[in-house]
């Protein structure tokens, strides 16, 4: 999902179309050369391993990570699949991270929303 659903600044990638690197039965064509950000990224499921099997991403059709950049707890979804972050699931720990005092910004594609910890839900720039 990362391979699809994430903007790649390094690969002119946008959100939404799946990499031109990616195949649907070997995966990354360029594997050992592919670039620094591909090889460090991982989402929240694979660091955090207190986090419940169905909130894996192809399960909920949704990404958690941590944005570098802004420190924000990102929930990203396939732009074909923009409210998937209001999975019960994910919304649950969306609210739960928002109360830790995180702010909690779910995204798709150039769409994007403030989950506080009420559970009210804005648009977000
Ligand atoms: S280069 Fe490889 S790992 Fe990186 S997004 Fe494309 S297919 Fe995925």
Not at 94 to 122: D, P, T
């Amino acid at each position: 999902m990362c391979c699809k659903v994430l903007d790649i600044e390094e690969l002119d990638k946008r959100a939404g179309p799946l990499c031109g690197h990616c195949t649907a039965t070997n995966g990354c064509t360029i594997y050992k050369k592919r670039p620094e950000v591909c090889r460090d990224f991982e989402c929240e499921w694979l660091m955090e391993r207190s986090l419940a099997n169905p909130l894996k991403p192809n399960l909920t059709g949704t990404i958690l990570m941590i944005d570098p950049d802004t420190d924000q707890y990102q929930a990203v979804t396939d732009p074909a699949r923009p409210q998937a972050w209001r999975h019960p699931l994910v919304f649950k720990h969306l609210i739960a991270k928002a109360k830790e005092g995180h702010v909690v910004v779910a995204k798709s594609g150039l769409m994007s929303w403030r989950v506080y910890a009420s559970g009210e839900c804005a648009p977000w720039v």
